[in-house]
């Protein structure tokens, strides 16, 4: 949550700080700042709202020519969203500022004693409070700002990136990381700071990833990073392999819908190389020097959150058919805070797009101090989880920018399909020519993707009949019951329509209460093995007078002849419909959300990557 850029070099630092909180814009849009230091001084200039209010508020400004410069776009945690709020912060003399991403957890009993001292605040942030705490250690130490920060870094608790430029060294940015995730790209002469390396990737691809307690200082171009303990540590550079146009909309009116659209090839991108129908092979790289523990695991533990717990719930139902292996699919943000049990022959999966989720990443440190083995399954490259884990695979999706996860939900459970099947064929709980059919199946994913993309307008038509409404229902079966859940969410977290996911069977159970000739109903009803259950659950909801909208397998006419709207996908194997099934949810939760005016890319109160608990 809150995006950081910074920029120290030849060029002008505004224009690249502007074009990268855009970028950054889906970790936090409530507000955004710069600082920017040159002949007038240290000043600055933010905004309550997106970066364009901030830009027309830079219009008025004058002279904002500066080589140095730090910005921020913000996901309010302390304060509301307001100008005062809005990040960079100065400190109490205004010869520094600073931007923060993270939380200050012991932020009131340091400003207290900075009020006692006679400081005085113009915001409600604790980030606020840490330039001033920064300030008042190098005034009373009598220390240059390295050794200020680095005192500082000693006493704070919580998470933290942060980057400071201060009005003494026209040349100098001090930035640290703990918990949140900080990338220093490196060019000619000329260094970049951001939360991720979208902003950075159109300058240099090569980057160095700041780790926890690691301070980076950049000064007259040159990178030093050193420990909190002061101790010098050599800068590892990495080659960014992202392509510009990955995070760019290339024609399509929101990031969502491009992401929809690319699933045909991120999955495709997902599989190759790994999975080998033809010879029957499937070759997850990460998995090597664990193959053992995963082979022989007496448990599988999946920790995750929102969507990509939903993948996890996915994963159950693969590991425990395919494998005869038991999972247990966790909420990360209730395990960490659980004593729970972990026992030699657990295999832990953590599963997040980010890789920064705070809950995950918490729930992956207890994991492994109770002396679990974990591994990742990320989409961002040189994030924290897979820092954090003992190994891992990427699910290769590129960049997913929409706040709502689509692409990475299928990517998350190609990789987790292809674990399942491996698994099941090592412990021999899948025979040969099963095994052989699966693999050839799941080969021919990304076409039959290709193809449920086609009823997208018929979806539309379907959208428009339903954009007003207030509640809706999902249900589903086996599979299809975590793909219910993910649909609810969708729409819930894009179009502000409350929302239920509920396996079919539980219908009965007290939601069939709420049906009446105003309730949408949405039932995943593949032919499938539950396949006559769901339908018995149609029939008992348009009974009722429910709205009925079934996603089906194509050429299905008996749910057809007994619903309102049909919704056709490819017919596939039983544990890969949730691949397809998924596709028709996301589209209507996308054209139910624009036909209501919704900003679907950065929906409200929400934040891509959720780095505090
Ligand atoms: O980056 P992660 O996969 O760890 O994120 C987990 C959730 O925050 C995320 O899936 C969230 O629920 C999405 N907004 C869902 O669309």
């Known amino acids: 949550m809150c995006g950081i850029v910074a920029y120290v070099g030849q060029r002008e630092a505004l224009p690249i700080i502007i074009k990268g909180l855009k970028r950054l814009e889906y970790r936090g849009y409530d507000s955004a700042g710069v600082a920017l230091l040159n002949s007038d001084g240290l000043n600055v200039y933010k905004k309550k709202g997106k970066v364009s209010d901030l830009e027309e508020h830079l219009l008025d ?47 009131a009993s340091i400003k207290q004693d900075l009020l006692n001292k006679g400081y005085t605040f113009n915001s409600d942030t604790d980030s606020e409070v840490f330039i001033q705490f920064i300030e008042d250690i190098k005034k009373n130490a009598n220390c240059t700002l390295e050794e200020a920060v680095r005192l500082a870094l000693h006493k704070v608790v919580g998470a933290y990136a942060i980057v400071i430029m201060s009005k003494e060294d026209p040349n ?79 024609g399509f009116e929101h990031f969502m819908l491009k992401e929809i659209y690319e699933q ?41 959150c929102g969507t990509s717990w939903h993948a996890g719930l996915v994963a159950e139902y693969l590991f425990e058919e395919f494998a005869r292996v038991p999972v247990e699919v966790e909420y990360a943000s209730e395990f960490r805070y659980r004593n729970p049990v972990i026992r030699e022959g657990d295999f832990v999966i953590a599963i997040s797009q980010s890789g920064e989720t705070a809950d995950t990443l918490a729930a992956i440190e207890l994991a492994k101090s109770k002396g679990a083995i974990i591994f990742g399954v990320c989409n961002v490259v040189g994030s ?32 987790l399909t292809m674990m399942a099947l491996m698994l099941g064929h090592r412990r021999g709980t899948i025979t040969e020519s099963n095994y052989m059919m699966l693999l050839n199946e799941l080969e021919q994913i990304p076409s039959k993707v290709e193809k449920a993309l086609k009823s997208a307008k018929l979806i539309e038509e379907i959208s428009a009949k339903f954009k007003d409404a207030r509640n809706f229902l999902y249900l589903g079966r086996g599979y299809n019951f975590p793909v219910a859940l993910e649909g609810a969410l969708k729409l819930k977290e894009i179009s502000y329509i409350h929302a239920e996911g509920y396996p079919a ?62 919704i056709e996908i490819p017919d596939t194997h039983e ?39």
């Open 264 to 304: 045909p090839k991120s999955i495709a991108d997902c599989l190759r190389g790994r999975l080998d129908a033809k010879s029957g092979r499937v070759v997850l790289g990460g998995l090597r020097d664990y193959m053992n523990k995963f082979e022989h695991a007496d448990r599988i533990v999946i920790l995750a």
């Open 61 to 107: 400004q004058k002279n904002l020519k500066s080589h140095i410069g730090i910005g921020h776009t913000r996901w309010a945690t302390h304060g509301e969203p307001n100008d005062r709020n809005a990040h960079p912060h100065y400190s109490q003399s205004e010869n520094l500022a600073l931007i923060h991403n993270g939380i200050i957890e012991n932020y």
């Open 505 to 566: 069977a539980e219908m009965k159970h007290g939601p069939i209460a709420l049906i009446d000739e105003e309730m949408p109903v949405v039932f995943i009803a593949t032919k499938d093995s539950s396949y006559e259950k769901v339908v018995s659950n149609i029939q008992e909801v348009k009974a009722r007078k429910g709205k009925v909208i079934a996603v089906v397998t194509e050429g299905d006419h008996d749910v057809k002849n007994m619903v309102d709207h049909v």
């Open 172 to 250: 100098l940015l001090i930035a640290a990381r703990k918990g949140s995730p900080l990338v220093i790209g490196v060019g000619e002469n000329e260094h970049f700071l951001a939360s991720d390396a979208t902003p950075i990737i159109e300058y240099t691809n090569q980057v160095v990833y700041l780790d926890d307690f690691q301070i980076a200082i950049i000064r007259d171009n040159k990178l030093q990073l050193k420990n909190i303990e002061n101790v010098e540590n050599t800068p590892y550079i990495h080659k960014l392999e992202m392509e510009l146009e990955a995070i760019e909309k290339g």
């Open 575 to 613: 544990a890969f419909v949730p691949l397809l099934s998924v596709v028709p949810l996301q589209l209507l939760s996308y054209y139910i959300a624009v036909m209501r005016g919704c900003n679907v890319d950065q929906p409200r109160n929400l934040a891509k990557s959720v780095t505090v608990e």
């Open 384 to 415: 924290s989880i897979p820092r954090a884990t003992h190994a891992g695979s990427y699910t290769h999706a590129g960049p997913e920018i929409g706040v709502a996860s689509t692409k990475a939900f299928t990517a998350q459970i190609s990789v």
